[in-house]
């Protein structure tokens, strides 16, 4: 299969950043599934821990991009249970 993409690389080179295009959007959906299924606190793979969202202190970063919180530099507003 790879050897018909090169060739009808070679042939039309037209079509390069398109499968340029398409593996890099590809990639980046895989990486940020893998990102999901390792990092988001809902997600247990952990039978021990049934809820891993317990666990999170406030200072911990549950989105993927914040624009204006800085999260190291938050205080704990809340006590220990």
Same mark, same amino acid.
Request: aromatic share 14%; proline share 9%; hydrophobic share 35%.
């Given at each position: 299969? =790879? @050897?018909?993409? /090169?060739?009808?690389?070679?042939?039309?080179?037209?079509?390069?950043?398109?499968?340029?295009?398409?593996?890099? %959007?590809?990639?980046?959906?895989?990486?940020?599934? =893998? @990102?999901?299924? /390792?990092?988001?606190?809902?997600?247990?793979?952990?039978?021990?821990?049934?809820?891993?969202?317990?666990?999170? %202190?406030?200072?911990?970063?549950?989105?993927?991009?914040?624009?204006?919180?800085?999260?190291?530099?938050?205080?704990?507003?809340?006590?220990?249970?």
């Amino acid at each position: 299969m =790879l @050897r018909q993409i /090169l060739s009808q690389a070679k042939k039309h080179p037209s079509l390069i950043p398109l499968f340029v295009f398409i593996g890099t %959007g590809a990639s980046g959906a895989t990486l940020y599934l =893998l @990102r999901l299924a /390792l990092f988001n606190p809902d997600v247990c793979w952990d039978r021990n821990n049934p809820e891993p969202w317990n666990k999170l %202190g406030p200072n911990d970063q549950y989105k993927f991009y914040s624009v204006n919180v800085d999260y190291s530099k938050l205080k704990k507003e809340r006590p220990d249970f």
